[in-house]
Nanobody, 122 residues
Framework: QVQLVESGGGSVQTGGSLKLSCAASVRTFSFYAMGWFRQAPGKEREFVATISGLGRTTYYADSVKGRFTISRDNAKNTVYLQMNSLKPEETGVYYC???????????????WGQGTQVTVSS
């Protein structure tokens, strides 16, 4: 099975930035599309962003377009999420996910990390 470990979470003020990382333990990282989800307290998990195996295509939730950037470094088996202009309502647990395509990752990714906490204070 694919092992995914998130890092980089923490606390920031409204308008601040954070960069999350997700390290994958797999033989061929480029075979996997990757993505990020988040879950705010009392709400269901929601899609944030995804990137194809070679980084050629990306998709974002409308709520984060222009502020968040997903990227990957296949030599390091790592995917990143750069988050700028953070808002208090974006507080929650951020999860890394992997699957065979961006469409699968957006809908029902078969592999998940344990999550990392992001807190945005006002």
């Amino acid at each position: 099975q694919v092992q995914l470990v998130e890092s980089g979470g923490g606390s920031v003020q409204t308008g601040g930035s954070l960069k999350l990382s997700c390290a994958a333990s797999v033989r061929t990282f480029s075979f996997y599309a990757m993505g990020w989800f988040r879950q705010a307290p009392g709400k269901e998990r929601e899609f944030v962003a995804t990137i194809s195996g070679l980084g050629r295509t990306t998709y974002y939730a409308d709520s984060v377009k222009g502020r968040f950037t997903i990227s990957r470094d296949n030599a390091k088996n790592t995917v990143y999420l750069q988050m700028n202009s953070l808002k208090p309502e974006e507080t929650g647990v951020y999860y890394c996910a992997a699957g065979p395509s961006t469409s699968v990752v957006r809908s029902s990714p078969p592999h998940w990390g344990q999550g990392t906490q992001v807190t945005v204070s006002s």
